[in-house]
């Protein structure tokens, strides 16, 4: 019985672009019938016990609460989703714990989960000054002075800057020599992408352009996926909406393809399903993002991208999908397209998250057990190729990077060299 839940405060009107809904996923919690699988599948929960579970502080605790919060322990849930993706009723059980979250921390919001929710502005702020910005985020007395003020972890894994952005190299590379033989894609960096993982979304888009395809790239801001996950809400859900509207300037009937794998999970589902969003606008938009790799399996599919169109690559690559991958149901087309190229064998981690959980393995309260969660995956990258790893989002990949010393890429870039666009890539 949803009655069960008296909370007022799940339906808003801030106009079509902001109204948001989150009964349907309050109400779910009945349909829990203490089976505990969710419990099992935690990655959270099998190497500490500061948290206690997702049945506990979700279903479980969510009938005894109206607007405040039964268990202090729900922070240490890491957001990963395994649980909702395990649970045999349909129980949104990352998704009731995520709003259960915000609720907790609205009225205390620490500075720390503020500071690095602002993606863009850090990268904005490092790019001009990459070479000292990057001496100061590699330097030990500056990071324990951070870790002791901000409270980020002083071993954590951070992005390196980069001196041109996505948007800078576009102005000036060379236009593609190949007249465009399909049509337009829309290319949504995310904000790693855009500042931080620059050479990916290059690759992104050599590749696109490679198969015929004209690439649009508008000018874009946030996902808001860091603040959704760290609780803040309100200016979560109005970075995505302003980022719909970014998109659409391109053609807002077009195919958009990212290399963000979790930016992608932002705009396919969780906007929507953590959110509580009801936009139209947000709703034709997830169904027309694709993640990289898995618009590469279509193109698979329809014969566009065909195994004979590569060059042999003798290499056995390890490859960790991530947690916010998984939630997207897409199954493994990284795999599958990767395994495509003559010579490669795919291994992959068979791990439900690496443990950065996007911003969770940062902070220096969690930053052992996200480092605990992820010791599978470093193990299996370690014992499979010292060479390189791949995986799909840009958080996971400095995690796997950081505590194994693998360089770690996206897929396409091992696309884009078995498409003989480039000889750098040491497998």
């Not at 205390?108 to 850090?122: K, Q």
């Not at 690439?215 to 996902?223: D, I, T």
């Not at 056995?316 to 947690?323: E, G, L, S, V």
Request: net charge neutral; charged share 20%; aromatic share 6%.
């Amino acid at each position: 019985m949803t009655d069960t839940i008296p909370n007022t405060d799940l339906v808003h009107d801030h106009g079509d672009d902001l109204a948001f809904d989150q009964h349907e996923i309050r109400a779910s919690l009945d349909n829990c019938v203490k089976c505990t699988i969710c419990e099992t599948q935690c990655p959270v929960a099998r190497v500490t016990p500061l948290f206690p579970g997702p049945k506990f502080v979700g279903p479980q605790a969510e009938r005894f609460r109206d607007g405040e919060s039964v268990d202090k322990s729900l922070d240490y849930c890491s957001s990963c989703g395994i649980c909702t993706q395990a649970c045999p009723q349909g129980v949104k059980i990352n998704e009731i714990n995520s709003i259960a979250r915000a609720e907790m921390k609205k009225d205390n919001m620490p500075l720390r989960d503020r500071l690095i929710t602002n993606t863009v502005l850090m990268g904005k702020f490092m790019t001009p000054f990459a070479p000292i910005a990057n001496m100061a985020l590699s330097a030990g007395p500056i990071r324990s002075v951070v870790q002791a003020v901000v409270g980020v972890h002083k071993n954590a894994a951070m992005p390196t800057a980069q001196p041109q952005t996505i948007q800078g190299w576009l102005k000036k590379r060379k236009p593609p020599t190949k007249a465009p033989t399909r049509g337009p894609v829309v290319f949504f960096t995310g904000c790693a992408g855009g500042y931080f993982q620059v050479e990916t979304s290059k690759k992104t888009i050599e590749v696109l352009e490679h198969l015929g395809f004209e690439v649009l790239v508008p000018k874009q801001g946030c996902c808001g996926l860091a603040q959704q996950s760290n609780g803040l809400f309100e200016g979560a859900r109005k970075s995505v909406m302003q980022l719909v509207d970014d998109l659409n300037t391109a053609g807002r009937e077009l195919t958009v393809v990212s290399s963000s794998g979790s930016c992608t999970g932002m705009l396919k589902h969780e906007a929507h399903e953590i959110l509580g969003l009801t936009s139209p606008k947000l709703l034709n938009m997830g169904s027309r993002m694709r993640e990289t790799s898995e618009f590469l399996l279509e193109l698979m599919d329809e014969g566009i991208l065909t195994p004979d169109m590569f060059t042999e690559i003798d290499a056995t690559i390890p490859y960790h999908q991530p947690c916010q991958v998984k939630s997207q149901y897409m199954g493994t087309p990284a795999v599958h397209v990767m395994s495509a190229i003559p010579g490669v064998k795919v291994v992959e981690s068979g791990q439900p998250c690496c443990g950065i959980a996007g911003t969770y393995g940062l902070k220096k309260e969690k930053y052992e057990i996200g480092k605990a969660v992820g010791q599978p995956v470093f193990d299996m990258v370690k014992a499979t190729n010292q060479n390189i790893a791949t995986c799909d989002t840009e958080t996971c990949r400095w995690q796997i990077e950081k505590h194994t010393g693998v360089p770690t890429v996206h897929p396409v870039e091992l696309v884009h060299r078995a498409l003989g666009l480039s000889k750098d890539l040491k497998v």
